[in-house]
């Protein structure tokens, strides 16, 4: 069996079928990350009509966060914290237009809450790998993944050496950045994804796409398809605690 660390299940129309098809590709747990309020609402309802197989991370994506929205959007996400997995999606990005101030004040807030309930944190770190990785180091979290890690192996280093986890996608196929980091994170540390439903070259992705990261990350550790499933199955158990 297989588990996808990290899905934006709300952004997908056709859920029962993308489902169906995951599980023909024995994904068998679906991690569905939030974004927003909108976001983390359906995901909710989603864990709940696939309860077993789809398991909630409510989050505030740096793409999201609007001024105005941050206090409503920050209690809602701790008052439904316990019942989640994991927060997530969480983090700084500095391509994106909303001011770093802003992003790190609400960073700040939400590692701390993750530390409060003792809940593991999903990382989004788009040109600002050492600064995220240092305030998830200073927050005093236990758990917390990067994904999709692209970025300097001397930071990379860091993330391994404070314990924390890193996660492979479908780029592993074409992404030089990407396949440098996977190929120095030891297996234990590494969880799979596909963050879908995003597109990897034409295609947009869907879990069932997770055996696409499976073959990738098999070629680059030259260790067998069979070995790797349960090896990243099982951290992914115990990072989520699943």
Same mark, same amino acid.
């Given at each position: 069996?297989?588990?996808?660390?990290?899905?934006?299940?709300?952004?997908?129309?056709?859920?029962?079928?993308?489902?169906?098809?995951?599980?023909?590709a024995?994904?068998?747990?679906?991690?569905?990350v939030?974004?927003?309020n909108a976001?983390?609402?359906?995901?909710?309802?989603?864990?709940?009509?696939?309860?077993?197989?789809?398991?909630?991370?409510?989050?505030?994506?740096?793409?999201?966060?609007?001024?105005?929205?941050?206090?409503?959007?920050?209690?809602?996400?701790?008052?439904?914290?316990?019942?989640?997995?994991?927060?997530?999606?969480?983090?700084?990005?500095?391509?994106?237009?909303?001011?770093?101030?802003?992003?790190?004040?609400?960073?700040?807030?939400?590692?701390?809450?993750?530390?409060?309930?003792?809940k593991?944190?999903?990382?989004?770190?788009?040109?600002s790998?050492?600064?995220?990785?240092?305030?998830? *180091?200073?927050?005093?979290?236990?758990?917390?993944?990067? !994904?999709?890690?692209?970025?300097?192996?001397?930071? +990379?280093? /860091? @993330? =391994?050496?404070?314990?924390?986890?890193v996660? *492979?996608?479908?780029?592993?196929?074409?992404?030089?950045? !990407?396949?440098?980091?996977?190929?120095?994170?030891? +297996?234990? /540390? @590494? =969880?799979?994804?596909?963050?879908a439903?995003?597109?990897?070259?034409?295609?947009?992705?869907?879990?069932?796409?997770?055996?696409?990261?499976?073959?990738?990350?098999?070629?680059?550790?030259?260790?067998?398809?069979?070995?790797?499933?349960?090896?990243?199955?099982?951290?992914?158990?115990?990072?989520?605690?699943?």
């Open positions: 069996m297989l588990i996808d660390t990290h899905v934006h299940l709300d952004q997908i129309k056709s859920v029962e079928r993308i489902i169906q098809t995951a599980l023909e024995e994904v068998r747990v679906i991690i569905a939030g974004m927003n976001s983390n609402n359906r995901i909710l309802e989603l864990a709940d009509q696939f309860a077993g197989m789809v398991y909630p991370a409510v989050g505030y994506h740096p793409w999201s966060i609007e001024a105005e929205e941050v206090e409503k959007t920050i209690r809602f996400i701790e008052s439904k914290l316990d019942n989640s997995v994991a927060l997530g999606e969480v983090g700084l990005d500095y391509k994106v237009k909303v001011k770093k101030p802003l992003q790190r004040g609400v960073f700040e807030r939400l590692l701390q809450l993750a530390k409060e309930k003792k593991p944190v999903i990382v989004h770190s788009r040109l790998h050492s600064r995220t990785h240092q305030m998830v *180091a200073e927050s005093g979290v236990e758990k917390a993944v990067f !994904h999709w890690y692209s970025g300097a192996l001397d930071v +990379l280093d /860091r @993330i =391994l050496a404070d314990g924390f986890w996660s *492979a996608t479908p780029a592993l196929a074409y992404s030089p950045p !990407h396949r440098a980091a996977i190929t120095r994170a030891p +297996l234990e /540390r @590494i =969880l799979i994804e596909t963050d439903p995003v597109k990897y070259g034409n295609k947009v992705s869907e879990p069932a796409d997770l055996r696409v990261t499976l073959r990738e990350l098999s070629h680059l550790k030259n260790v067998s398809e069979n070995k790797l499933a349960s090896v990243t199955t099982e951290n992914a158990r115990r990072f989520f605690g699943i």
